[in-house]
């Protein structure tokens, strides 16, 4: 038998080592800040966590549920588990601060459910005045239960749990009472009725462990045993959130046939559970991303309700209009399309989870480590080498990983204490890490989450959204590139030696294959396969591809034979004669090339799963299905060999955190849900949209009065002031809220405005976006930026400020697609139809490129030499008139250009003469440490 040894490691002295450490991730992003769950609690949230990543897994390949119920499942796992892995409060310390925030918190709370208790029940001043009394005392008591004494606690807990099973008896009468059950099954099919069992079973998991505890207070109170409370421990209160909460789900997921039914005139149960829809979307919101958001949308529903109230206060009649109800608002935003289930839910249950399922899947087979050498082998031998490795590596990592503060820990890891072994400060070092893993959001062909929106916003295949932003993005990582290398030359540093660093030849060769589901997800997309279907056969092939390595060198016959079904849907074995010749020949000469490597038993295995394929399509079991087979069968025999790298444990840990990262995009998106519904209920959008174009058109007059030359329009600057106000308004919103969740506000608001200008809604929805993930890394607020600092030791602010200035042409950017959207390959890419302009396209993107290198020679101070201020000062009007797309300012801008780099070549020459390099001397003092 031939059991070849396993694939050696690579023998390179510095090809990085991509981490994955969580913990180090959670320090500096609050929605990775989960509690450390044991026992019952621990594996039920397992168990979740893994039926939610299959359940989307299998309906991204065999087909999404209805729209609506597909949602309903969907929320129906995430806000459990935001109530079981996130704590109720943040801090564990105590304060008056603390205490003041713990009474407004209780205040908001007790006033939102008391209002919508008085509407429903019709209840009187003085039921309303204990309700409220009540409700703010409990509110409060959770909050600071952890600082009451353990026997204090536990006799006030025994009265509230049981109160607790009173209210879940009475929810269970009224559905009894109220609802029709039978006719739950009208409409089911096999797939609803599979998918109905593992929400049946979930509730009634939780149920249980609701239950026990009860049973566990009651023993404690009466056997005087001790308890110790910690916040690790979930406590009761959060297990009967986390129940109520897949309550209001489940009920929409069973009762949604009749639902439709009585569209517009709810029963009862359906304002009660949607009343308490509200209260568990907020404050899982709140939980898990944390204030700023739920505070928004708690503000556009009291608008909702108080609309004719404002019209009488000065400043505030903006948001007046005829008011609706408490029962009109639940309905609306409950059972209705534009609220809580409504696009931003269906997107993230449709989309954006599956890609962040593939990017925890792909990352884990290697392929970050692959784009690290890939790096590292093309840019680390030039000038500052380990900087451009940040940009460059950070840049195809961030293209799949979807999360500024993620990829700034995974490749900043490596990145940052070699970019302060050549020399760089630890400020510039963290700030180029920063900057370059925030770009990530921007870089096709998987972009962050809020890619993904916008395509359904749009109504615009998402293949084309990220068509739109690869020469946006290149520029970007093209501009934070050039000021490195600037930095590098200022201050004379060298790339590493060539011996240090890995050949690209023999990184393709030993894990360029890792790169193929990749190239199938672009390719599927291309050919306009659905999103979460690119997504599905992206995690299945990268499963099976990481099954391979030397002993399994052999798994890639069958991989290879499956292939031309994923991606043309083709039958090879019906299909032409060359085709049919083809496929024969992969397949015998796959198993004549791999004998010599291949493990027996594993050649063995790839004989029978190839001659599996072939019986399947022989008897038409159909392309995808024979495909997806195949692949299963090679990763069922793969994960028993130690050199593969998803095993079963691994594929395990993939599907758990795949469901816990994006947890907290789900209950974002849910809330948003509120914003979304009270725009379009009240008119709010329009409003906001008309009061930013009045804002810009009054900045412009006071601008347009100071032109005595008049060379502004006043068309021009009230544009200008729009996005400039917009701008402003996303780097507000990003101080707290995610940047999903902040694209679609702002959208909201940027969007109308920008149509009055005659801006096509791709244009101005992708200036939101950018400047909605350019908010990690602008001060005060960057997460980015502050993750880096941990890494780098350097001071976050200043970290911050740093990557503010190297992000500067990614501000610029995003000005020059609303004036020349032709950058975006605009209008074609909406039309086809429409020729496209290549000679005004080469010249928007050449200049473009020259602006962003005067505007790096500005930011940095050099170009060919050290600048003088005069000299920055022209380069800065050159960027300008460079960026700004007409004839006359790129000639402009290119002669001042061209004049300050020949002045400096002219001085560089006259001071240095024949000296010593100076970057010569920074590396042998950087190399001696």
């Not at 940047?739 to 405005?753: E, G, K, L, W």
């Amino acid at each position: 038998m031939n059991d070849a040894p396993e694939t050696p490691k690579d023998a390179t002295p510095v090809t990085g080592h991509v981490v994955e450490d969580i913990d180090e991730i959670a320090k500096y992003d609050p929605e990775l800040r989960f509690r450390r769950l044991s026992g019952i609690a621990l594996k039920l949230m397992y168990a979740m966590t893994l039926v939610l990543s299959i359940f989307h897994i299998y309906t991204a390949g065999f087909g999404v549920l209805q729209e609506g119920r597909h949602r309903a499942f969907h929320l129906a796992f995430v806000l459990p588990l935001v109530f079981f892995l996130y704590t109720m409060r943040k801090e564990k310390t105590e304060g008056k601060k603390f205490l003041i925030y713990d009474i407004i918190y209780a205040a908001i709370g007790s006033a939102i459910l008391t209002t919508m208790c008085r509407e429903l029940f019709h209840l009187v001043p003085a039921t309303v005045s204990i309700l409220a009394l009540i409700s703010f005392g409990l509110l409060f008591y959770f909050k600071r239960r952890e600082f009451l004494s353990e026997q204090i606690a536990l006799y006030l807990d025994f009265p509230i749990f049981t109160a607790m099973i009173l209210v879940l008896v009475y929810t269970f009468y009224l559905e009894f009472s109220d609802l029709h059950f039978l006719t739950w099954f009208k409409d089911l099919n096999p797939s609803l009725v599979f998918w109905g069992f593992f929400l049946l079973g979930i509730f009634l998991s939780i149920l249980s462990l609701f239950v026990l505890q009860w049973i566990n207070n009651v023993r404690t109170l009466f056997g005087n045993r001790t308890v110790r409370y910690n916040q690790d421990n979930i406590p009761y209160f959060d297990v009967f959130f986390a129940l109520m909460a897949s309550l209001v789900s489940i009920y929409i997921f069973l009762e949604f046939h009749n639902i439709g039914l009585r569209a517009g005139s709810p029963a009862e149960a359906d304002l009660l559970i949607g009343a308490a829809a509200i209260l568990f979307v907020l404050e899982g919101a709140r939980r898990s991303i944390g204030a700023p958001l739920p505070f928004i949308a708690t503000l556009v529903l009291v608008n909702c309700y108080l609309g004719p109230y404002f019209l009488k206060i000065p400043g505030l009649t903006l948001f007046a209009h005829r008011g609706y109800s408490v029962s009109r608002i639940i309905d609306y935003m409950y059972v209705g399309t534009e609220g809580i289930y409504g696009i931003p839910l269906g997107v993230v249950a449709t989309f954006v989870f599956h890609f962040v399922l593939f990017g925890l899947f792909i990352s884990r087979t290697g392929l970050g480590q692959l784009f690290m050498d890939l790096a590292m082998a093309v840019t680390g031998g030039t000038p500052g080498g380990p900087a451009k490795v940040a940009v460059v590596s950070s840049g195809m990592f961030g293209s799949i990983s979807g999360s500024s503060v993620a990829n700034t820990v995974t490749t900043g890891s490596f990145t940052i204490p070699l970019m302060k072994k050549v020399g760089y400060r630890p400020v510039f070092a963290g700030a180029v890490e920063a900057t370059a893993s925030t770009g990530g959001q921007l870089m096709p062909p998987v972009m962050g989450a809020a890619a993904f929106i916008m395509a359904d916003f749009l109504g615009i295949a998402y293949i084309k959204i990220a068509t739109c932003a690869i020469i946006p993005a290149l520029l970007y990582y093209f501009a934070v590139g050039w000021m490195v290398h600037l930095e590098a030359l200022k201050t004379g540093l060298l790339g590493l030696p060539r011996e240090m660093l890995p050949r690209i030849s023999t990184v393709l060769k030993e894990r360029g294959l890792l790169v193929t589901p990749l190239i199938i997800i672009v390719y599927l997309l291309i050919s306009g396969r659905s999103p979460f279907l690119a997504a599905f056969w992206g995690i299945i092939l990268s499963v099976s591809m990481g099954q391979i390595h030397l002993r399994t060198i052999s798994f890639l016959i069958p991989i290879l034979l499956s292939i031309p079904a994923i991606l043309f849907e083709i039958n090879p074995l019906a299909y032409t004669p060359p085709v049919l010749l083809l496929w024969g020949g992969v397949f015998i000469a796959g198993l004549v090339v791999t004998f010599r490597y291949s493990h027996r038993i594993a050649w063995i295995a790839s004989l029978a799963i190839s001659v599996f394929l072939a019986v399947q399509l022989l008897y038409s079991a159909g392309p995808y299905i024979s495909s997806f087979w195949t692949n299963m069968a090679i990763i069922g025999v793969g994960v028993f060999y130690k050199g593969s790298k998803m095993r079963v444990p691994e594929i395990l840990s993939a599907l758990e955190w795949g469901t816990k990262n994006a947890i907290s995009i789900g209950a974002a998106c849910a809330c948003v849900g509120f914003i979304v519904g009270g725009t379009t209920l009240t008119g709010l959008g329009l409003k906001f949209a008309a009061t930013v174009i009045n804002l810009a058109q009054g900045a412009a007059s006071a601008l347009l009065s100071l032109d005595l030359l008049h060379l502004l329009t006043m068309n021009g600057m009230t544009l200008f002031f729009t996005l400039f106000f917009t701008m402003i308004a996303c780097f507000i919103l990003g101080m707290g809220i995610p940047t999903t969740a902040q694209y679609i506000v702002a959208s909201m608001i940027a969007a109308p405005a920008l149509m009055q200008f005659g801006i096509h809604p791709l244009v101005s929805h992708m200036f939101v976006l950018y400047f909605a993930v350019l908010a990690d890394v602008t001060p005060p607020v960057a997460l980015a930026a502050y993750a880096a600092s941990g890494i780098s030791g350097a001071d976050p602010f200043r970290t911050g400020l740093t990557a503010f200035k190297l992000s500067s042409a990614g501000f610029m950017i995003p000005y020059v697609f609303v004036t020349a959207p032709i950058i975006l390959w605009y209008p074609t890419i909406v039309d086809g139809t429409t020729p496209f302009n290549f000679a005004w396209f080469t010249q928007v993107l050449l200049t473009c490129i020259l602006g962003v290198i005067a505007l790096g020679a500005t930011m940095i101070g050099y170009l060919k030499y050290h600048s003088t201020i005069p000299e920055r000062i022209m380069t800065g009007i050159a960027a300008a008139f460079l960026i700004v797309p007409e004839t006359f300012t790129d000639y402009v801008g290119a002669f001042l250009l061209l004049a300050v780099f020949l002045l400096q070549r002219a001085r560089k020459k006259r001071i240095q003469g024949g000296g010593k390099d100076v970057s010569k001397v920074k590396w042998e003092v950087s190399s001696e440490n």
